[in-house]
């Protein structure tokens, strides 16, 4: 141990000489190298990721309408108002982009539980150790994850418009909504349905007042039964990810941990409560921050299934911005509601990044202080 | 002494033993009751989707959910596809020209860098790779006008070159052939040097063989990414002769040909655009999640 000490300090101050050498040696070629090997790759990326980026955050100063280019000298420039006009201006805009917000929320609020839970519950189901065509399962689960969202969404309007859901429903005796048509709010219809409020008549203390743009009736409308049927959508495709992540991390866990505890005695029930859910915490903030950045980047599904209707309740952010570009040809107000959307993922992709490392950091912290000591006692017997 | 530990152990969890095989079997019967449910929640909707397709436009609607198409058709399905006026035969082959390009161009500059940046000392290297990470965290969706501004400003928006140059910038790809670089061995890398081979000579008869596992996950990470990829080519092209099979396929379902209709066209249309990943997915699925649980890591 004491030479391993007495070694690092000696290896990092450098002998200079040597370190030259490096330089034209045998490894001389490797400056230009480096660069050579890199320059494809960086060169694609500053084109079609650094340099857009830049631009778009130009064209959110201007009031550019697609006429002409927005890259000369003489375009109109409106400072911060393609911003501020989206929280401080009341008119359409806002009244859009709080829209999607709204939608955004609730279908967050639903999206990341369910999937979430969807998820953990088939890779529990698959990781059975009696299961019989594990394999099976788990390509079945996981299949419409590497599937286009574009044909995904095409045999979901199949089931949801096409009639084969309510032809389920109706054997079962409920007539079923006409789901990606209908505007209404669940949380209005439960309202309605337990003669609290009558979403044809919202109380006017609801109705009446409101926050930026939307009525409070508006913004507590809960999502909209065609958001519901998006939501299913998603929560459908997407849990089979989370269930590689989960399984993963399930086998990770040690045998011995789980026959410990059958040895214990402890049921499946507890087992799962008081032995597996702590250890899957770390997977767990995984899934449900890879849960909320996804959820916010919702596009294909929305402009494939809906285009934002009915009446705008499955308009989300993304695509907001995106028709606010290329069909309104608002392209600094689109910009805009896209550096917006981008600053909320970003804040979300940090902090779990920020915890992430954390915990990488102690973990490796914690293998290096264990490989230290299993080294000294090595060093002791010898 | 090992037996009495042994024996000790049978006789102490003897009893609640009993108790527990009745209790497990009835677990493992609602286990497995779950399990086919969801298993038919998750194959119900593709198996619809193959019979549809074989189905007239009538029958589709009448009965939706019948599995048995009455009468079996494909004229106005999958027979209308194979005509050129549809636009499908075009688009298929607008999607293996950009999966072609796009996958082997990726894999290749993909793990340039990524060894590169593993292995090669040069200067800048630490700022690339976290400039790299950072790229990582942009989301996709807030892109798109940005893509189509850049595009429309080099004067490539509309062409093939549009479809296929955004999609091989690949920032993930580079961290994912990063990472497996490090993780293996310099011997036989040092010992080739030894020998005197160039260092593209290096990365190419030596490193890359070795690369193998890695590069089938890239390459398949790569070929359902841009066979699939809607968003980033909706924005790249206009015109329906550029049109790729996503392209083609979200057209016709947000055409305005009528939500109720075309049922059995549409759905055959998904159908065939999602056989050549589901035959990959069914010959190299090991691969496939090793690929999910890398694209995980980089969040």
């Known amino acids: 141990m004491a030479t391993v000490t007495a070694a690092a300090p000696g290896a990092s101050t450098n002998h200079p000489a040597r370190r030259r050498r490096r330089g034209t040696g045998i490894r001389g070629p490797e400056r230009t190298a480096g660069w050579f090997f890199v320059s494809p790759a960086v060169i694609l990326l500053v084109v079609f990721l650094a ?14 309408n697609g006429i002409g280019t927005p890259f000369r000298l003489n375009i109109p420039t409106v400072g911060l108002r393609n911003y501020t006009d989206l929280f401080t201006k009341d008119a359409l805009t806002r009244r859009d982009f709080m829209t999607s917000i709204r939608n955004i929320f609730y ?40 599937t286009s969202s574009v044909a995904i969404t095409t045999v979901f309007l199949f089931v949801f418009n096409g009639g084969a859901l309510n032809a389920i429903l109706a054997k ?128 294909d599904q929305v402009y494939l299934a809906t285009q934002g209707g009915p009446d705008k309740t499955t308009l989300s952010p993304a695509y907001l911005s995106y028709t606010s570009g290329f069909k309104d040809h608002s392209w600094g107000v689109g910009s805009a509601m896209a550096f917006v959307l981008f600053a909320i993922i970003i804040i979300f992709t940090l902090f779990q990044r920020f915890i992430m490392r954390d915990r990488d950091e102690a973990r490796a912290k914690r293998r290096e202080r264990q490989a230290r000591r299993a080294a000294a006692q090595g060093g002791g017997t010898s | 002494m090992t037996a009495t530990v042994h024996g000790s152990r049978v006789r102490r969890s003897d009893a609640p033993a009993k108790a527990r095989h009745g209790r497990s079997f009835l677990a ?17 909707p593709f198996l619809l989707q193959i019979v549809t397709s074989f189905k007239t436009q009538s029958d589709a609607a009448a009965h939706p959910l019948s599995l048995i198409p009455h009468p079996i058709s494909t004229k106005n399905s999958i027979g209308r596809l194979a005509n050129g006026s549809s636009g499908f035969p075009r688009a298929l082959a607008n999607s293996v020209l950009v999966t072609v390009l796009v996958t082997g161009g990726r894999v290749f500059l993909d793990s340039l860098a990524g060894y590169a940046l593993a292995r090669l000392r040069f200067p ?36 093939y070159p549009a479809l296929v140059l955004p999609l091989l910038a690949d920032a993930a790809g580079v961290f994912i052939m990063k990472q497996f670089f490090e993780s293996v061995s310099v011997t036989i890398e040092e010992a080739a040097r030894i020998d005197g081979a160039g260092t593209f000579r290096l990365f190419w008869s030596v490193v890359l063989p070795m690369a193998r596992p890695a590069l089938i996950t890239l390459t398949i990470l790569s070929f359902q990414g841009s066979w699939n990829e809607f968003s980033q080519v909706l924005v790249s092209v206009q015109s329906s002769q550029y049109y790729t099979l996503p392209l083609w396929l979200g057209n016709l379902v947000t055409g305005s040909l ?37 694209g995980a890591v980089k969040g």
């Open chain 2, 258 to 294: 009528g939500a109720g209709t075309q049922y059995p066209l549409k759905l055959s249309g998904a159908l065939l655009a999602t056989i050549p990943v589901a035959l990959l997915f069914a010959l190299l699925q090991r691969y496939f999640i090793r690929g999910a649980n890398e």
């Open chain 2, 124 to 159: 800048g290297r630490r700022v690339v790779f976290g400039a790299i990470l950072a790229v990582m965290a942009v989301p996709g969706v807030v892109l798109l006008i940005p893509k189509f501004l850049v595009l429309n400003k080099i004067g490539i928006y509309d062409t």
């Open chain 1, 107 to 146: 279908y967050t609020l639903l999206v990341v539980p369910l999937q979430t839970a969807l998820a953990l519950s088939l890779a529990l189901l698959v990781n059975g150790k009696m299961l019989k065509g594990k394999g099976f399962f788990r390509s079945a689960f996981y299949f419409p994850s590497v």
């Open chain 1, 172 to 299: 079962v005796g409920i007539h079923g909504p006409e789901w990606l048509a209908d505007s209404n709010g669940v949380v209005q219809n439960l309202l309605g349905a337990l003669h609290i409020a009558d979403p044809n008549n919202p109380p006017s203390a609801l109705a009446n007042h409101g926050f930026l743009s939307l009525s409070w009736w508006e913004w507590l409308s809960g999502p909209s039964v065609a958001m519901c049927a998006i939501i299913a959508l998603v929560v459908w495709t997407t849990a089979g990810t989370f269930m590689l992540i989960f399984l993963a991390a399930l086998q990770d866990i040690s045998v011995d941990i789980e026959e410990a505890s059958v040895l214990d005695g402890a049921s499946a029930w507890q087992r799962l409560r008081y032995v597996l859910l702590p250890m899957l915490k770390p997977t767990m903030f995984l899934v449900v921050t890879l849960g909320l950045i996804g959820s916010w980047q919702v596009f």
């Open chain 1, 51 to 64: 340099v857009p980026v830049l631009m778009a955050l130009w064209v959110s100063f201007t009031d550019w």
């Open chain 2, 28 to 44: 493992v019967f609602l286990g497995y009751a779950v399990l086919v449910f969801l298993a038919l929640v998750y194959l119900v």
